[in-house]
């Protein structure tokens, strides 16, 4: 019998090459994030989440008509169906907005009869319904929990305008859907990461899209993985004030706790998305007159890099500037699906395309050669 210690097996598959894809790829000793050939950096600069949802899904830039029938498309499709609101409506309304979504997500499903094949015309179909929607599944459920109507889609909005009013009942300032456009862009794909990967592990099955997105966003809910962006803010809370950041952290880091949002699985460097995300931070603390959580990150981020060499990731600022735009610390993770979603069904419309099923192995560390006893004899 072998022992876990001479394992040949990779501990979370750490640095396993699993598919080829040519979506997106990280690079985390030179912090450089590219989409289908293009650098993170130029997309949130110039392009749009709509136009990144183009790029994710066919490797290429769409032309100028392209574009508008995508974003025609998207806008058709905002509204979800009022069965899956009326089932969301008996939810108990203290559920975690996460376990809300991948059951209302599930049930979209039900809806679309003709959404479920895995052929590349039905799966794009499928995959702008699923992105259109899933945005109105998160802010529906922030005001039924609240006790109010769900404010309907506005058709003649963009993804990242339409989400922001919807959730918050009033249209949002110009350059604040910009930064919620590009923090989309920031969040819609990294490679292989978990739910990204559970996806590609459904699909491989031939399962349909509904069930493959319903599992990563199982997966995006964990501590570990998207349910970090809450803890940071939960963080800056408990740690109260600028004045406080040294000793909370001294106290911290000698009871060996993980500061949230500081350090990556994959980059060794700064995150280039955490570079934009900081911005925002900044931006939106000026705008408002509250540089406070701003500081505090700062503060926090310095100390960080003297003391233990760490970098913060994508989650560390997106906390306190989707505080700053007043959304609720549990919604912050659901938002990250409204735009992982995007990579989500580029990877599964990849495995659709040449699939293959995939089924790797364990390394058997069990027991070999029992005999079978009979119940009384043991
Ligand atoms: N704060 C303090 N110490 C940290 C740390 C953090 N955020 N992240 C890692 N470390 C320390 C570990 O305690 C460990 O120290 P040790 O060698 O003395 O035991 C060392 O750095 C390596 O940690 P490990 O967890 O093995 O690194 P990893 O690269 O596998 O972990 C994360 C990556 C993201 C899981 C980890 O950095 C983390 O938990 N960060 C906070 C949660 C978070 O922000 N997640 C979102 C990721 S996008």
Redesign the pocket.
Known sequence: MSTATESTAAA?L?GVVAAQSSIGDVNGETGVLIYQGYDIHDLAENSTFEEVIYLLWNGRLPKKSELEDLKKQFQANYEAPAEVLEMMRTFPKDANPMDVLRTSVSALGFFDKEGHGTDRETAVRTAIKLTAQIGTLVAAWERIRSGKEPVAPDKSLNIAENFLYMMRGEKAEADEARIFDVALILHADHELNASTFTTRVIAGTLADIYGAVTGGVAALAG???GG?NT??MKMLKEIGSEDAVDSWLDKA?GE??????????VYKTE?PRATWLRKFSRALGEKKGNLKWFNMSQKIEKA?LEK?G?YP????YSASAYYLMDIPLDQYTPIFAVSRISGWTGHILEQYGNNKLIRPRAEYIGARDLKYAPIEER
Do not use: E, Q, W, Y
Not at 256 to 262: C, L, N, V
Not at 313 to 316: I, L, M, Q, R, S
């Open positions: 979370g750490r501590p570990l993985h970090a803890n940071v880091l060996k706790r993980k500061i949230m949002g500081i350090g990556h699985p995150d960080m233990k760490m990731n994508v989650d560390f």
